[in-house]
Each structure stands twice: as C-alpha cells, then as structure tokens.
C-alpha cells in the first residue's frame, strides 16, 4: 500500500507561483514513476507531469511546458511541482500519482498510476 498526501495548494494571482508537494509512505518509493494530475471544474482530469523513479527523466503537457517543473526527492519520499507564470486557465484540484508498476512512463490517461492522491486546490486569480 502507497499512501500520497499533497500539501501547498493555495490561491495566487495570476503570474505567480505555487510549489505543491506530496509525500509518499513506504520504503520502495525510489521504485515507482510519479505523475501530476489536474482537474478543473466540468472538465476531465488531465496529464501534468512525470518523473521517473531516478528523477532522471520528465515528460510534460504542452499546456505547462517552460513553466512547470516535477522533480523528487527519494531520501524525503517526496515529489514536487514548481508552477511559475501561473495562469487562471491553470486553476484546477492537483493530484499526484503513483506508478508501482512502472520505474518511468509517458501514460497521459493515468490507467499506468495505481495510487492516487486526494488532491490540492490550486486557484489562480486573474
């Protein structure tokens, strides 16, 4: 069992930024590819980011390709998402996600992640 817990969510003015983090439990954690979600209201969710297990590749959606950063700390069991240039089209609930099936992927759909998040609200006020 994997549980992930986001923190750091808030709201922020359009151009700022916001550094969301999720801790992960378990001991393998330097094992599973983690991913970033989002899900604004009446829209399906969608592909963020991903790191693989090493942190050493990542793989963003267009949408916030140059502004968003995921990167990891496998000693802290933690992932991160540094968002800069925020936008109000990026107002959206986050969620982080864990693939214990696989140590890097480029799934946008979420079907390769096994455990979820419960989410943190990003607001971007324009």
């Known amino acids: 069992q994997v549980q992930l817990v986001e923190s750091g969510g808030g709201l922020v003015q359009a151009g700022g930024s916001l550094r969301p983090s999720c801790a992960a439990s378990g001991r393998t954690f330097s094992r599973y590819a983690m991913g970033w979600f989002r899900q604004a209201p009446g829209k399906e969710r969608e592909f963020v980011a991903t790191i693989s297990s090493s942190g050493g590749s990542t793989y963003y959606a267009d949408s916030v390709k140059g502004r968003f950063t995921i990167s990891r700390d496998n000693a802290k069991n933690t992932v991160y998402l540094q968002m800069n240039s925020l936008k109000p089209e990026d107002t959206a609930v986050y969620y982080c996600?864990?693939?214990?099936?696989?140590?890097?992927?480029?799934?946008?759909?979420?079907?390769?992640?096994?455990?979820w998040g419960q989410g943190t609200q990003v607001t971007v006020s324009s």
């Open positions: 996600a864990a693939s214990t099936f696989y140590s890097s992927t480029s799934d946008l759909s979420g079907t390769h992640y096994d455990y």
